[in-house]
Structure formats: C-alpha cells, structure tokens
C-alpha cells in the first residue's frame, strides 16, 4: 500500500473552509485515495473517495492532483462539530476481502475555533 | 438499520480473566473486522473476516481469538487478559469489493 504523509494539526475559524492536505507519492495507478476521520471517542467515519478525478459528497469535496501525488480533503464551512481527527488512507480498489483491510497513520488534527 | 452494534461499551478485567467482546451487523456485509487503538496511535487491525467460516490475521494477533459462524456476528475473545490489551476496540464491517467501512461505536477495556 503506499504510504500517506500527513501534519499533524491544523486550525480554522468556524464557517471557514477547512482544506487538508495528505501526500502519497508512492501512490499507483490502481489505488484510491480515501478519508475517514475520527470524533473524539467515537469509530471512525467515512467521508469520500477518489480515484483521480475530482469528488464531492454532501461532506466534503476531494481534490486529486493531476499526478495524483496528493490531495486535498475540503469542508466548504467548517463548524465545531468537525473538530476530529482525520485520516488520509491509499488502498486498492476492493476485489477481495484482503484488500478492504485499511491501514490508519496518526492522521491529521483539526481544530476548528469559534 | 442498527448499523455495528458493539457490547460491552466498557469492561474492567483483572488480568488473566477472559472476555468475549461482541459486534453485529444488520447490513449483510461480507467483511468485518477488528482493530485496536491505543492512545495517540491510529488504528491497529487485529483480525477479519472475508465471510462466514472465514478468519484472517491482521497486524497484531497475539492475545485474541475470532470466529465468524454467521454473517451477522464477528467475537473478539480475549483467552488471558494482560495490561498491554487496554485499548479502545472497534469493530468495522463493509461490502466485499469496497473498503468504504462503517465503524462500531468501541469497546473501552481496562485490564488491571
């Protein structure tokens, strides 16, 4: 699986777009990137996938780059409930049960202030 | 939908006890699986399961047992509690051909 690099924090001002950044430069031509985050004490919840073209959900958007070197999870209007951690994960597509098995880094922080 | 159901939400053992932590779904997913996470660290697969009858090893194995003898229910037996496995565990299932998981909401053990 390629590696995924992350900061550790970050902030923003409630109702302000909160834009995350991730790298995986290892990334192959078959591998998705995917976020999750984390609300404190909570399991984690998913957000949006991609492939390399440009998502959006009713969550969030999801910028690929065009080398798909990195991306960029955005919450167009962030508020206090988005404060979690979040989680930029590479993997390949789902054939087989091996391969819906995710791997979670530290993730980034977000804290997003009144 | 219920969605992943965990039980207990928190359990003190004295180590050496065994405990079974349960989890189900009602979303006929294929895939389920366990993980672990310990205080400023990310999640840690510990096992899952590709279906019924159908057990696998994750990351860290050691100390824990699984069974998947229907779709719906996927134990985590602890067979000798020790200190290390004071964790947060949660419990994910999703569709075979996707890695789009829906979490539990954890199982906080304290083994003293």
């Known amino acids: ?114 | 939908n219920a969605g992943v159901t965990q039980t207990p939400k928190f359990q003190v053992l004295k180590t050496g006890q065994s405990m079974t932590l349960q989890c189900a779904q009602d979303m006929n997913h294929e895939y389920m699986s366990w993980y672990r996470q310990d205080p400023g660290m990310g999640l840690r697969l510990i096992h899952y399961s590709v279906g019924a009858g159908i057990t696998d090893q994750g990351e860290v194995p050691n100390g824990y047992n699984v069974s998947r003898s229907t779709t719906e229910d996927f134990p985590l037996r602890l067979l000798s509690a020790a200190p290390s496995q004071t964790s947060v565990y949660f419990c994910a299932s999703s569709p075979l051909r996707t890695v789009t998981q829906y979490f539990g909401p954890g199982t906080r053990l304290l083994v003293l």
């Not at chain 1, 959006?56 to 209007?77: F, G, Q, V, W």
């Open chain 1, 1 to 114: 699986d390629a590696k995924t690099t992350q900061p550790p924090s970050m902030d923003c001002a409630e109702g302000r777009a909160a834009n995350l950044p991730c790298n995986h430069s290892t990334i192959s031509g078959n591998e998705y990137v995917y976020w999750y985050r984390q609300i404190h004490s909570q399991g984690p919840q998913y957000i949006i996938h991609g492939l390399k073209n440009n998502e959006t959900n009713e969550m969030a958007s999801l910028i690929i780059t065009e080398d798909r070197k990195s991306s960029t999870l955005i919450l167009p209007h962030a508020t206090l409930r988005d404060t979690a951690v979040y989680y930029c994960i590479v993997r390949g597509g789902g054939s087989t049960g091996a391969n819906s098995k995710l791997t979670f880094g530290k993730g980034i922080t977000l804290s997003v202030r009144p």
